[in-house]
Structure formats: structure tokens, C-alpha cells
């Protein structure tokens, strides 16, 4: 039975933890447990199911705890982001997934809280104290089934229009275990593949399709039905197994499970995320006055 999960370290677990080219170090920041992962090879990659890269797991307290401006959340975040950007240059943040489904709403709720510079130059720039600011642009993409457009399709034709040297895209994830939903954040330079945590594969969002380096960050929201059965029964009883799949997945149909208070989950979420994006790109700006644009 194929387990699905979208966190790299969740497939290390099914893969044993012990594949060669895989490097895993773990250390805890400010109380929080950060978990680095880097696959350097293809055929590690394939044996992981994880595009090679670097994979940084933060494993935070509940996100249904308030955010506050002054988190050392958002510190610690801004930070890892930080690591994986291009010092220079405008950048592209982008929103993905279905703002009208809440499990999904993760990519558009936060990238309206992004704070959006690349329209702000020459003298008002300067008059107003703003070019320090990075150049940034902000785009929601919506669903393929809401646009007739590929989300990969549109973000090609956005970058080429724009030229950013860098793209960020933030998308809710699908996680193996319940006990990672609204507790975990990961951050990758392997970029995503939109729809693939409920199993509907979309065009790739990476630096070889965009030509750019992708930084994609996602919180698990959601745990595939199937998934979850696999974990709760155990792998030794196959024969419950198929008999629990063919009850929660009828007719070959997709479910998954979400907490139900995924509507605050989401809520605090994005503000974590958007706060955190908004210092890792304006790194030169005192915290006070960017929240204050903010």
C-alpha cells in the first residue's frame, strides 16, 4: 500500500532511514526541533520518492497558539528562508491552491499578507524611506479547475514577463500522520508539484522548468484516508489493510481527513507564513518599520 506524504522527512521514515546520499541532521532552535534533510543523489531521490535538494523541517508548537508580530516563530523561519534566497534581486511569491477550500487556502490567504514593493520606485521610493524595501511581486494563481490555465503555465509566463531571480511558492501539504497537521512547516529549493499531496499531479513548479531558483514552504493540512488506515493498523496485517482501503476509498475514490478546526489552523498559518516571507526578503529593514507597512 503506497503511503503518501509531501514531507520529505516522512519519507525518509518509510524508507527506512537509512539510504545512502541522504544526509539528516536535527537540531533544536529557540525550542523548536529543526530537521535538515539533503538527498544529493537521483537514485536517492528515487528511492525517497523526494526531488534531490535540501529539505528544512521546522516542528513547531500548535499553529492554533496566537501568532504575535514579535515571534521567534517568525524569527526562526525568516532565517531558514533567508538561507535558501539569492542575496540580490526582485523575487516572485506565490500563492497556491483553492482560496474557497479551506484545507487548500494556505498559498492565497498568506500571499495577502506579503508585502508587495515592485510597483514602488524613483522618487517615491525615496521620498517615502521604501527603497530599502526588496523589490517584490505577489501573485495568486487559483485552480486549474477555477482558470483553464496550468498553474505552472501561468507562473512560466510571469517570470518570463518579470525576471525575478528567485520564486517562492507556498502551497498546503498532505502528511502521513495526524499528529503533523498545523504542527509542521517545510521549507525546500526543490520546488512542488501542485495537487500531488491528494494525489492530482499538476506541470512542476521547479528552477528546471522556470529557468529561476523555488523555494516552496507548506504546512501539512491534510492526511490521505488510505494513508492514515496504513498507519493506525500496522503493516504486518495486509488482509485488514485492503478490507479498511476498500471501505474509506470506495470505488477507487480519494478521500482525506483535516482537523476541524482547520478554519484557525489556516488562519494562523498564513499570518505565520506572510510575516515570516515578509522579514526573510527585507532583511535590511528594522522589524518595527516593516510591520508598520505591513
Known amino acids: 500500500m503506497e503511503l503518501r506524504t509531501d514531507l520529505a522527512v516522512e519519507a525518509r521514515e518509510i524508507a527506512r532511514e537509512d539510504i545512502k546520499d541522504v544526509e539528516y541532521?536535527?537540531?533544536?532552535?529557540?525550542?523548536?526541533?529543526?530537521e535538515r534533510l539533503s538527498v544529493r543523489t537521483d537514485r536517492a531521490a528515487q528511492l525517497m520518492g523526494k526531488d534531490a535538494g535540501r529539505y528544512v523541517t521546522v516542528n513547531l508548537p500548535p499553529l492554533t497558539d496566537n501568532i504575535r508580530d514579535t515571534d521567534v516563530r517568525i524569527l526562526t523561519i525568516s532565517r531558514e528562508i533567508r538561507r535558501l534566497l539569492p542575496v540580490n534581486g526582485m523575487v516572485l511569491v506565490v500563492g497556491?491552491?483553492?482560496?474557497?477550500?479551506t484545507p487548500d487556502a494556505l498559498g492565497p490567504r498568506?500571499?495577502?499578507?506579503?508585502?508587495?514593493?515592485?510597483?514602488?520606485?524613483?522618487?517615491?521610493?525615496?521620498?517615502?524611506?521604501?527603497?530599502?524595501?526588496?523589490?517584490?511581486a505577489v501573485l495568486s494563481t487559483?485552480?486549474?479547475g477555477q482558470t483553464g490555465i496550468e498553474t505552472g503555465?501561468?507562473?512560466?509566463?510571469?517570470?518570463?514577463?518579470?525576471?525575478?531571480?528567485?520564486?517562492?511558492?507556498?502551497?498546503?501539504?498532505?502528511?502521513?500522520?495526524?499528529?503533523?497537521?498545523?504542527?509542521t512547516l517545510q521549507i525546500s529549493d526543490t520546488g512542488i508539484a501542485p495537487g500531488a499531496g491528494v494525489g492530482n499531479h499538476r506541470t512542476k513548479i521547479c528552477k528546471e522548468v522556470l529557468g529561476v531558483p523555488v523555494i516552496a514552504l507548506g504546512v501539512p493540512t491534510v492526511v490521505d484516508a488510505v494513508t492514515l488506515v496504513s498507519d493506525l493498523v500496522g503493516e504486518e496485517d495486509q488482509v485488514q489493510q485492503r478490507n479498511l482501503q476498500d471501505k474509506v476509498s470506495p470505488r477507487g475514490s480519494t478521500m482525506v481527513v483535516t482537523p476541524k478546526e482547520i478554519d484557525l489552523l489556516i488562519d494562523r498559518a498564513s499570518k505565520l507564513l506572510s510575516l515570516s516571507i515578509n522579514m526573510a526578503l527585507h532583511s535590511g529593514v528594522e522589524t518595527k518599520d516593516l510591520l508598520s507597512l505591513l
Open 25 to 34: 541532521k536535527s537540531e533544536e532552535v529557540q525550542g523548536m526541533v529543526i
Open 96 to 101: 497556491l491552491g483553492n482560496p474557497h477550500i
Open 153 to 183: 503555465e501561468l507562473i512560466l509566463s510571469v517570470v518570463k514577463r518579470i525576471k525575478p531571480t528567485a520564486v517562492i511558492v507556498i502551497d498546503a501539504l498532505a502528511s502521513r500522520r495526524l499528529e503533523r497537521l498545523g504542527c
Open 142 to 144: 487559483g485552480v486549474t
Open 110 to 136: 498568506c500571499v495577502t499578507g506579503v508585502l508587495a514593493t515592485r510597483h514602488i520606485t524613483g522618487e517615491i521610493a525615496r521620498s517615502t524611506g521604501l527603497d530599502r524595501l526588496r523589490q517584490v
